[in-house]
């Protein structure tokens, strides 16, 4: 079992930025990805950004050139910085692991709100 517990929500200003941390009870070097996803009131939830094991990254086309995800192996934690933050960025993010076996798992979540 792991388990995953985010940080770094908060309610910001459009334009403003925001750091979001997940940090994982087991060793991530062992995850075969991490990510950020993101669910709005009445839409579905949503991809934002991952990072496999061998550092290969993909983000949503929405969050391109803003968002960054990156990882601490010695820490067993991901990141997501969040840069020039629109009202649409507003959501639950959500911290995903997928292990071998296909096994995955998700965080409580963390609240982003963007006001304008």
């Known amino acids: 079992q792991v388990q995953l517990v985010e940080s770094g929500g908060g309610l910001v200003q459009a334009g403003g930025s925001l750091r979001l941390s997940c940090a994982a009870s087991?060793?991530?070097?062992?995850?075969?990805?991490m990510g950020w996803y993101r669910q709005a009131p009445g839409k579905q939830r949503e991809l934002a950004a991952t990072?496999?094991?061998?550092?290969?990254?993909n983000y949503a086309d929405s969050v391109k050139g803003r968002f960054t995800i990156s990882r601490d192996n010695a820490k067993n934690t991901v990141y997501l910085q969040m840069n020039s933050l629109k009202p649409e960025d507003t959501a639950v993010y959500y911290c995903?692991?997928?292990?071998?076996?296909?096994?995955?798992?998700w965080g409580q979540g963390t609240q982003v709100t963007v006001s304008s």
């Open positions: 087991g060793s991530i070097v062992s995850f075969n990805s």
């Open positions: 995903n692991a997928k292990l071998p076996w296909n096994k995955s798992y």
């Open positions: 990072i496999t094991s061998g550092g290969t990254i």
